[in-house]
């Protein structure tokens, strides 16, 4: 197959939808299939453009990946107007190279990633002009994250809008994908035939056992227990709860609450830590070191804000369980993701400090349960996030569904 991929976030970002929009990519040109991919400049977690990064469009390449990378807008404090700016601006930039390659790559498959949905019409519209099959792949509900958060006002003038031009741009693709199931059930109510939904999990693979005492050295963490939270800190992870835990068990002497990640909330949730002593903050730390990041935990946190919770699958939880310690999440109790952390962790109520810091100290003195949840994690990524399963079952219905699509184009021109 020849594939085009569209997406806005991709290597070298550490974290986010990037590590899995540049694996599909390797995985399908590892396979034998021509990929080349249009994608942003990077900025993410810190919404930030590396020092050094052109203005213009650049070419790279990656394996055998032919890769352009489009100019956009990145705002330093994103809000929701800002975001909506930051979006249609790389569907802006993107808009020439997508139609040049479309005509000069001729792809079987147009693939693109939402978000940034604002960019969706780009990818239908290259998809048409090179006679392509079009297939949309969900990360993330943006628009109806961004109602519930608080970054946009459903009521306002401009949510209104936002909502019909989501429906507009959902629309028109020949399959859609998400990352669970109640992710895809949520594409069905907006709309989509189900026979088109594709349920297309983001990996982990089970991370080798390595030492965690150069971290602990280095950040002088003394204490045998450890509570990480690793990840982007914005307005929908809900992070202030792991302040509220921390003020909560600060009388623990066996136990360090440590918060790795850059993000727009990131001085807010330091200025609320203020005086802790149980508590440390550092940045992101690179993908070469994540399984010795991972090693330090004895359990990971994992909160987010009930208005999220089924807007997205956090990517995050697939290295966390991939990890083999347990999870402690913040969802209700009928969520998707309570339900895949079920026997790896505990679910506490969105929102509930107190249930939230229980859970911590329920899982650190209960060895036995700490260490059956972690092999119990194990055992799940195995079964349900291994990446070479996923990866041969995407590529199946690509493969699949362009044949079906072929053939019927056929059968269309022998028709009398």
Request: charge should be neutral; include cysteine.
């Amino acid at each position: 197959m020849r594939i085009l991929f569209f997406g806005l976030n991709f290597e070298p970002e550490p974290i986010g939808i990037g590590p899995y929009s540049t694996g599909l990519c390797r995985g399908l040109e590892e396979r034998g299939h021509s990929v080349t991919a249009i994608t942003g400049k990077p900025y993410y977690p810190n919404w930030r453009k590396p020092e050094g990064t052109s203005a213009g469009w650049t070419r790279d390449t990656i394996a055998e990946i032919n890769i352009i990378r489009c100019p956009l807008y990145v705002p330093e404090n994103p809000s929701g107007k800002s975001r909506l700016l930051h979006h249609a601006s790389f569907a802006i930039s993107a808009s020439a190279p997508m139609v040049a390659m479309a005509r000069r790559f001729q792809p079987d498959l147009v693939f693109s990633v939402a978000p940034s949905l604002a960019s969706a019409p780009v990818g239908r519209l290259a998809a048409k002009i090179a006679g392509a099959m079009s297939w949309l792949h969900v990360q993330d509900f943006e628009v109806e994250a961004a109602f519930k958060t608080g970054l946009l006002d459903p009521t306002s003038g401009v949510g209104g809008a936002v909502r019909k031009v989501e429906r507009r741009l959902l629309d028109g693709f020949d399959v859609y994908s998400s990352i669970s199931r109640e992710m895809c059930d949520r594409l069905a109510q907006s709309g989509v035939a189900p026979d088109r939904i594709v349920e297309f999990r983001n990996w982990a693979n089970v991370l080798p056992t390595v030492s965690n005492n150069t971290l602990r050295n280095a950040w002088n963490v003394t204490t045998p227990h450890v509570a990480l939270y690793s990840g982007n800190i914005a307005n929908k992870q809900g992070v202030e709860i792991i302040v509220e835990a921390a003020k909560r068990l600060r009388e623990r002497r066996d136990l360090t609450f440590i918060v790795c990640g850059n993000g727009p909330y990131r001085a807010n949730l330091i200025a609320l830590a203020e005086g802790l002593p149980n508590i440390q903050f550092h940045d992101l730390q690179p993908t070469e070191r994540l399984h010795e990041l991972l090693a330090l935990a004895t359990v990971h946190l994992l909160p987010q804000k009930a208005e999220a919770v089924g807007l997205v699958l956090p990517s995050k939880l697939t290295n966390m369980l991939a990890s083999g310690r347990p999870v402690v999440v913040t969802a209700p109790q009928d969520s998707s993701l309570a339900h895949e952390v079920e026997g790896c962790g505990i679910a506490t109520p969105p929102g509930d400090g107190a249930s939230f810091a229980t859970a911590i100290s329920t899982i650190i003195d209960d060895h036995q349960m700490c260490k059956d949840m972690g092999a119990r994690a194990i055992k799940r990524v195995r079964e349900r996030w291994h990446r070479e399963t996923i990866l041969d079952r995407v590529e199946h219905e690509m493969e699949v569904r362009l044949e079906a699509r072929r053939a019927s184009r056929i059968e269309c021109l022998l028709e009398p």
